[in-house]
T-cell receptor, first 111, second 115 residues
Framework: DAKTTQPPSMDCAEGRAANLPCNHS???????VYWYRQIHSQGPQYIIH???NNETNEMASLIITEDRKSSTLILPHATLRDTAVYYC????????????FGQGTRLTINP | DTAVSQTPKYLVTQMGNDKSIKCEQN?????MYWYKQDSKKFLKIMFS???????INETVPNRFSPKSPDKAHLNLHINSLELGDSAVYFC??????????????FGPGTRLTVT
């Protein structure tokens, strides 16, 4: 399993874009990048995933570098409700469908 | 309509007791999971079932036994509860196979406290 590295914490002002980095330098060709978040006292919530192209949905954008060794999750207009722990997870297409959570990044949105 | 529900939300019990946590999903997904989040907030897979068949069983004590009566339900029964079992237990569901299997929908969690 590819290892991921994320900063333990980040702050962002409300209304600004929050850019959360993730390093996954050992990622292999058959592994996807997934992002989840966990708001305090709630279950984890799926945000977005990608293989090599940039992806966007109603929640966020995912930018994956050309060499796939790192990615950035972008919350375009952060709100106070986006305060959460964000997890970057790398998983293979084949194999056991378990999510492996690291320590994540604790993102605090400040008013 | 809640997609993934768990009961109870809170469970306080004494050491040595047997308890169950129930999970129900109305998403029509084939695969269901149990995760455990300990006091240090580490979230770890315990089990997964696909169409009522066990497919993942991590290193979990035999005191934990998942049961899937049908595709929409995956219950967790715990025998002889120990202090170390205190944690938040999350149920999750997903479609089976491929990248979609990692798009998992989590329940609200059951906070188990063993005294």
């Amino acid at each position: 399993d590819a290892k991921t590295t994320q900063p333990p914490s980040m702050d962002c002002a409300e209304g600004r874009a929050a850019n959360l980095p993730c390093n996954h330098s050992t990622i292999s060709g058959n592994e996807y990048v997934y992002w989840y978040r966990q708001i305090h006292s709630q279950g984890p919530q799926y945000i977005i995933h990608g293989l090599k192209n940039n992806e966007t949905n109603e929640m966020a954008s995912l930018i994956i570098t050309e060499d796939r060794k790192s990615s950035t999750l972008i919350l375009p207009h952060a709100t106070l409700r986006d305060t959460a722990v964000y997890y970057c997870i790398v998983r293979p297409i084949q194999g056991a469908q378990k999510l492996v959570f690291g320590q994540g990044t604790r993102l605090t949105i400040n008013p | 309509d809640t997609a993934v529900s768990q009961t109870p939300k809170y469970l306080v019990t004494q050491m040595g007791n047997d308890k169950s946590i129930k999970c129900e999903q109305n998403l029509g997904h084939d695969t269901m999971y149990w995760y455990k989040q300990d006091s240090k907030k580490f979230l770890k897979i315990m089990f997964s079932y696909n169409n009522k068949e066990l497919i993942i069983n991590e290193t979990v004590p035999n005191r934990f036994s998942p049961k899937s009566p049908d595709k929409a339900h995956l219950n967790l029964h715990i025998n002889s509860l120990e202090l170390g079992d205190s944690a938040v237990y999350f149920c999750a569901t997903s479609r089976a196979g491929g990248p979609s299997s990692y798009e998992q929908y989590f329940g609200p969690g059951t906070r188990l406290t063993v005294t």
